[in-house]
């Protein structure tokens, strides 16, 4: 991002801190007030393209930054913004995914989707199965839709969830119970999921 907050340029660089490329700036719509997520962001490099969400209240929005064609968008979305949405972008099956959970009921949750190749926002999916949680990081890797989900009363206790959109349901696949300490320092690389705490990376493979 610029200075300004108003403009993003997109970077490669390698594992050594090399930078490779550097992309002009595009315009992303920051001049207004809008709360967004920095793991909400997602990158297609077939078409060079950021997707991210963002609220601008009461609204909930979709970015998406074209570096190619050095021109950004912006979609206001039908979802409710009870708490502050966790997204992310399946490109795979380029779909963008946002799961809200409904009003103060931490473990109940609704995923909500903007499919890309059709421009349209599919029926929102009232989720069954999510353990109950107060925080829960949205991911995608491999087509599939996860997320990283953490106890309310124990924070240190960490679900994996596997989120099946066909079906509406969610299962915990994966779950730290000791000496997790609170981070959204985590990633996926191939199929593992890698959490990053304060000077401990743990790696487990989960399917």
Same mark, same amino acid.
């Given at each position: ?14 594992? &050594?801190?090399?930078? &490779? ?37 009461? *609204?909930?929005? &979709? ?11 912006? =979609?206001?979305?039908? =979802? ?18 946002? &799961? ?41 890797? *491999? ?47 191939? *199929? ?10 743990? =790696?487990?493979?989960?399917?």
């Amino acid at each position: 991002m610029n200075p300004n907050n108003t403009e993003y340029s997109l970077h490669t660089i390698t594992p &050594l801190g090399e930078v &490779l490329s550097s992309s002009a700036y595009v315009n992303a719509f920051m001049k207004e007030s809008y709360f967004f997520l920095d793991y909400s962001f997602g990158y297609d490099p077939s078409v060079n393209t950021v997707y991210y969400s963002g609220e601008h209240s009461p *609204n909930q929005f &979709l970015f998406i930054i074209d570096f190619g064609k050095k021109e950004s968008h912006r =979609m206001k979305l039908s =979802m409710p913004t009870y708490f502050e949405p966790f997204g992310t972008y399946d490109n795979v099956n380029n779909i963008y995914y946002l &799961l809200e959970s409904l009003e103060n009921d931490v473990s109940n949750f609704t995923l909500y989707s903007y499919d890309l190749n059709t421009k349209s926002e599919n029926e929102p999916l009232t989720l069954k199965g999510f353990p109950g949680t107060t925080y829960s990081f949205l991911f995608s890797t *491999n087509g599939q839709i996860y997320a990283a989900s953490y106890n309310e009363t124990e924070p240190t206790i960490m679900y994996i969830v596997y989120i099946d959109p066909t079906s509406s349901s969610a299962s915990v696949v994966y779950t730290f119970e000791d000496s997790i300490e609170f981070s959204i320092d985590y990633w996926f690389i191939d *199929n593992y999921f890698v959490k990053m705490t304060y000077d401990v990376i743990l =790696m487990n493979f989960i399917w």
